[in-house]
C-alpha cells in the first residue's frame, strides 16, 4: 500500500469522524433530564467518543473499498460484524450471570442494530468485490447497478403488488397483528391512498399542488360537521364528503388554470393554508382550535362496534354471535381503509387507459401539443383538481370517523408535505412505488420511535439517501398504457 | 373548387410587436399549399394564429364555412384540422404507439386500429419502433410521428410548420413524398409553412410568399418557381 494512498484513506476517516464529532457533541452530548426539582443536564461524552470511533472505523472501510481494497475492510468488517450479531442476541436471549448488553457501544438496541447492519453491509460488499475479483464500483457503475436494479424492481413489480395485496389482506390475521401493529398499518394505508390520490394531481396530471391537504380537511370536516349538526352517519356522508372536497378542488383550479410549475406551487400552498386558518378562525361553525369531538364511529351495515349498543342499535359482536372484542373495530377500520385505497388505486389504473386519463399524461408532458390534439387543458385540470381532491376527501371523512376528533392542527403544511414526499420518493407517477415509499415514510418513523427526538434524523437521513441512490424515485418509470401484441419490447428495455 | 381555408385581413400582435400585418390568404379544398419565407417573416405565427394562439387582434379566419377567429384552440382543431406544430412537439416519454392513441384522442376511437394499421403502412419504420419512447426516435421519425399523429384525428386539413426542419436531404424527401401521398390518397388539404422554398414549391401546386408579416407575392408554383424575385431571395445559394 503506497505511503500517500494510506495517508490519504487516514485524512478521509478522521475527517469523517471530526464531522461526526462535531455534529455528535451538541446533538448527542448533552442531554436535559426531568429530575425532582427542575431540569438536569446528563452529559453523555462516552457516546459521542463511540459515535465519533464508529464514523472513523467505518469511513476507512468505505475507503478501502473504494480504493478496491476488499481485503483489509472484509477483515476489519466481519468479526465487528459478527460480534455484534452475537451480542444483540445475547442480549436478546438473556444468559445467566452476564450482562452482555454493556459490551455494545449503545443503550438503544435500535440503534445497535443501525450499527451492525452497517458493518454486515459493508462486509457483505466487500465479500461481493473479492467474489467478483473486480473492482469495487465508481459512481457510474453505481448508476447502472441501481438503474438495473430499479429495471429488475420494475419486472418484480407485477409480482410484488399482488403479494403487497394479499400479504393486507390477511395482515389482521396474523398473531404479531396488535393494536399497534394495526394502528400504524392503518395509518401507512390512509398515507398510501392520499398518495395515489395525490399522484393524479402531480404525477398523472404534472398539477404541483403543495395544498393538498386541504381537501383532506374538507373531507374531514364534512363529514364531522354532518354527524354533529344533523346525526348523519359514516357511509351517507362519504360520498359527500367526496364531493364537497372535489368542489374545493374546482374552486382552487379555477383560478390556477394559466398557472404552472413554481408559481402553481405557490398558489396551491396559500390555498392550503388558506383552508387551514378558516377552520381555526370561523369559530361558531367549526369550533375553531377546540375542534370537533364526538364523532360517531362507523358501523358495519347498521352494526355497532361497541360493548352496549344504545337504545335500536344491534352491536356487531352479538349479532355474530361473536365475544365483544375491542379490537374487532380497528380490525374493520383496516379493511375500510384497504379498501378506500384500493378503489383509489383501481380508480387510478383504470382512468390512465381512459381519454380523460390520457388527456392528463398529454398535458403534463407538453400543454402545447396537447391542444394542438384538441385537449381542453381547462376541463382537463380541473378534473384532475377535482379527482384528486374527491379521494383526500374520502380520506378526511376515514380519518374523522377514525380518530373521533378532528382539530385544524392536523392540516398543517407539513401534511401536504408529507404526502408530495410520498410521490416524489415513490418516482412521480408509480402506485408501487407510493406503497413503498409510503411505508417507508409513515412506518419507519413508527418504528424509529424509540429514537426519540433523533427519529426525524433518521427520516431525514433515509430521505437523503434514497435522494442520493434513486434521485428520480423509487421506482421512476412509466409503464405505457398500450402495447400491441406484446412486440418490439426489446427496443424498450433500455429505457 | 370550394374554400377549405380562408383568412382575411389578419393583424396579430406579441405584445405590442406587429407579427402579421393584415394577411389575406386562401386555401381551397384538396389543394396542398405552401407559404415560404425567411426566419422571422411570421409563417408561423400565422399558422398559430389559424389555431387560435394567439388570437387574432384583427381580421377573420373562416375554415369551412365557419368562422373560427375566435374560438379557442382545442375546438377550432376538433372542426377537422390537424397541426404538426414546430418543433414536432411529440410527447418524448411515451412511446410511438401512446402517442399516435393521444393524436386520436378527440376523435371516434372505432377507426383507431384501421388508420394505425394505414400509417404503419404509410411509416414502416413506426411500426417497428412502436412501442418505443418518442424521445429515442431519431429526428426523422420524430418528424414522421408529428404527422402521423396529426393525422389519426382525421382531418380535413393539414398544417405543417417546418416538416424539414433539421433533416437530411433524403429524409426531405421521404416526408415531402408522404405529405403528397396524404393530399392525394385521404383527399387531405395541406397548407405547408416552409424554408425549405424549391422542395415545397416543387411539392405544391400554389404557394405565398411572406416577408414581414406580409404577403408579398402568390401564385403557381410553378409560376413562384421561375420568378426573378423568390429565386434571389429563396432559391439561389442552394436548396
Given amino acids: ?495 | 373548387m370550394s374554400s377549405m381555408l380562408r383568412v382575411s385581413g389578419i393583424h396579430t400582435f406579441y405584445g405590442n410587436v406587429e407579427a402579421l400585418r393584415g394577411v389575406d390568404l386562401e386555401v381551397n379544398k384538396g389543394e396542398i399549399v405552401t407559404l415560404i419565407g425567411a426566419n422571422g417573416a411570421g409563417k408561423s405565427t400565422l399558422l398559430m394564429t389559424v389555431c387560435g394562439n394567439p388570437r387574432a387582434a384583427r381580421g377573420r379566419v373562416v375554415f369551412d364555412g365557419v368562422d373560427i377567429t375566435g374560438m379557442e384552440t382545442h375546438a377550432i382543431v376538433r372542426l377537422g384540422i390537424a397541426q404538426a406544430p414546430e418543433g414536432r412537439r411529440i410527447f418524448p416519454r411515451m412511446t410511438v404507439i401512446e402517442n399516435l392513441q393521444m393524436g386520436a384522442i378527440a376523435s371516434d376511437p372505432e377507426y383507431f386500429d384501421e388508420d394505425v394499421e394505414r400509417i404503419f403502412g404509410q411509416f414502416p419504420i413506426l411500426k417497428e419502433r412502436r412501442d418505443q419512447r418518442g424521445g429515442t426516435l431519431s429526428g426523422g421519425e420524430q418528424q414522421m410521428l408529428a404527422i402521423a399523429r396529426a393525422m389519426m384525428s382525421r382531418p380535413r386539413l393539414l398544417l405543417l410548420d417546418e416538416p424539414s426542419l433539421g433533416l437530411a436531404p433524403k429524409l426531405v424527401k421521404q416526408i415531402f413524398a408522404v405529405i403528397k401521398e396524404i393530399n392525394e390518397q385521404r383527399n387531405v388539404t395541406v397548407f405547408l409553412v416552409e424554408q425549405n422554398a424549391y422542395h415545397a414549391l416543387k411539392l405544391a401546386g400554389r404557394g405565398y410568399v411572406m416577408a414581414n408579416g406580409r404577403i408579398l407575392l402568390s401564385g403557381a408554383s410553378s409560376e413562384l418557381l421561375a420568378n426573378k424575385q423568390v429565386r434571389a431571395a429563396y432559391l439561389e445559394g442552394g436548396h
Fill in chain 1, 1 to 495: 500500500m503506497a505511503a500517500d494512498d494510506r495517508s490519504g484513506m487516514l485524512k478521509e476517516a478522521g475527517l469523517a469522524a471530526l464531522v461526526a464529532f462535531a455534529l455528535a457533541f451538541g446533538l448527542v452530548g448533552f442531554k436535559t433530564e426531568d429530575v425532582p426539582g427542575g431540569l438536569a443536564i446528563v452529559l453523555r461524552f462516552g457516546d459521542v467518543a463511540m459515535i465519533a470511533g464508529l464514523a472513523f472505523v467505518g469511513r476507512l472501510a468505505l475507503a478501502l473499498l473504494r480504493r478496491g481494497r476488499p481485503r483489509p475492510a472484509l477483515s476489519m468488517a466481519l468479526p465487528f460484524a459478527i460480534v455484534m450479531l452475537i451480542l444483540l442476541l445475547a442480549e436478546e436471549v438473556p444468559l445467566p450471570a452476564a450482562d452482555w448488553g454493556r459490551f455494545l457501544p449503545f443503550a438503544s438496541p435500535v440503534v445497535n442494530w443501525l450499527i451492525f447492519i452497517a458493518a454486515f453491509a459493508i462486509a457483505g460488499r466487500a465479500g461481493w468485490t473479492l467474489w467478483c475479483e473486480s473492482a469495487a464500483p465508481g459512481t457510474e457503475e453505481r448508476h447502472r447497478i441501481m438503474g438495473r436494479i430499479g429495471a429488475r424492481a420494475r419486472r418484480t413489480a407485477r409480482v410484488l403488488g399482488p403479494i403487497i395485496f394479499v400479504v393486507a389482506l390477511v395482515l389482521p390475521l396474523f398473531p404479531f397483528a396488535d393494536r399497534r401493529i394495526l394502528d400504524i398499518a392503518i395509518l401507512v394505508l390512509t398515507y398510501i391512498m392520499l398518495g395515489w390520490g395525490l399522484n393524479i394531481v402531480v404525477g398523472l396530471a404534472g398539477l404541483l399542488d403543495l395544498g393538498y391537504v386541504a381537501f383532506y380537511a374538507v373531507g374531514a370536516y364534512s363529514y364531522a360537521l354532518l354527524a354533529t349538526y344533523f346525526g348523519l352517519g359514516f357511509w351517507i356522508c362519504l360520498p359527500f364528503a367526496g364531493v364537497m372536497a372535489a368542489f374545493a378542488g374546482i374552486l382552487l383550479g379555477f383560478p390556477v388554470l394559466r398557472l404552472r410549475g413554481d408559481y402553481l406551487a405557490i398558489v396551491t400552498l396559500g390555498f392550503g393554508e388558506m383552508v387551514r386558518i378558516i377552520l381555526l378562525n370561523w369559530y361558531e361553525f367549526t369550533n375553531g382550535p377546540d375542534g370537533i369531538s364526538g364523532i360517531p364511529r362507523p358501523t358495519f351495515f347498521g352494526l355497532a362496534f361497541q360493548r352496549t349498543a344504545p337504545e335500536g342499535v344491534e352491536t356487531f359482536h352479538s349479532f355474530f354471535g361473536l365475544a365483544y372484542s375491542p379490537i374487532d373495530r380497528i380490525i374493520f377500520l383496516y379493511y375500510l381503509i384497504l379498501i378506500l385505497a384500493l378503489i383509489t388505486n383501481l380508480f387510478t389504473l383504470r382512468i390512465r387507459k381512459l381519454p380523460v386519463g390520457r388527456a392528463w399524461e398529454a398535458l403534463r408532458e407538453d400543454e402545447i401539443a396537447s391542444r394542438s390534439l384538441g385537449i381542453n387543458p381547462r376541463n382537463t385540470k380541473l378534473t384532475a383538481f377535482a379527482i384528486g381532491a374527491m379521494f383526500a376527501g374520502f380520506g378526511g371523512s376515514f380519518f374523522a370517523t377514525r380518530q373521533g376528533f378532528i382539530s385544524p392542527e392536523s392540516f398543517t403544511f407539513i401534511e401536504s408535505a408529507v404526502i408530495l414526499s410520498i410521490v416524489v420518493l415513490g418516482g412521480f407517477g408509480s402506485q408501487i412505488g407510493v406503497v413503498l415509499a409510503a411505508v417507508l415514510l409513515i412506518g419507519m418513523p413508527e418504528f424509529f420511535r424509540e429514537l426519540h427526538q433523533f427519529r426525524m434524523l433518521a427520516f431525514g437521513a433515509a430521505m437523503v439517501l434514497i435522494m442520493v441512490w434513486r434521485p428520480a424515485g423509487l421506482l421512476a418509470h412509466r409503464e405505457p398504457t398500450i402495447r400491441l401484441d406484446g412486440g418490439g419490447r426489446s427496443a424498450a428495455a433500455g429505457q
